[in-house]
């Protein structure tokens, strides 16, 4: 993982666990961090006026080619978790995004994601705007 989150360029998204969210052993499974990283991300998007669903009215997505998790600690039911996401690079077609998962002053979790900008009807990666560039790399506009 790329270290800590620059406070400038980055964003915090509130989560409460839910019940449906644990294992039979009252911990968040596994398979709910990735569905938070997306939360986080739509709120580092919306506060730099990076409107998902318009660039995929355009024609275009962001699809998820690799993620790393390091689980340092559990989350339970009830919790209330705070996800910090920022862009750790972002250059040609890709991004990489670097995510923290909190409980207070507890680090419980880190990973990153790399995605890659696609025209979605041939499927062909497509270079970032200046424009898209600067949203992503800069701090909240929202």
Not at 12 to 41: K, L
Not at 51 to 76: N, S, T
Not at 78 to 94: G, K, Y
Request: charged letters at 30%; aromatic letters at 12%; glycine letters at 6%.
């Amino acid at each position: 993982m790329k270290g800590r989150m620059p406070l400038e360029r980055g964003s915090q998204t509130e989560i409460r666990v839910r019940y449906a969210e644990c294992d039979p052993m009252g911990v968040v499974h596994h398979s709910n961090y990735p569905i938070w990283f997306e939360a986080a991300r739509s709120t580092f998007c919306r506060e730099r006026g990076i409107d998902y669903a318009q660039m995929e009215r355009d024609g275009y997505a962001m699809p998820v080619l690799e993620l790393h998790c390091r689980f340092i600690k559990p989350a339970y039911y009830e919790d209330l978790v705070v996800v910090r996401t920022w862009p750790i690079e972002c250059r040609r077609s890709l991004l990489r995004m670097g995510y923290e998962v909190w409980r207070g002053e507890e680090l419980l979790t880190e990973a990153e994601t790399l995605q890659m900008l696609i025209e979605r009807a041939s499927g062909k990666p497509r270079r970032f705007s200046e424009a898209l560039y600067e949203r992503f790399m800069s701090p909240k506009i929202v």
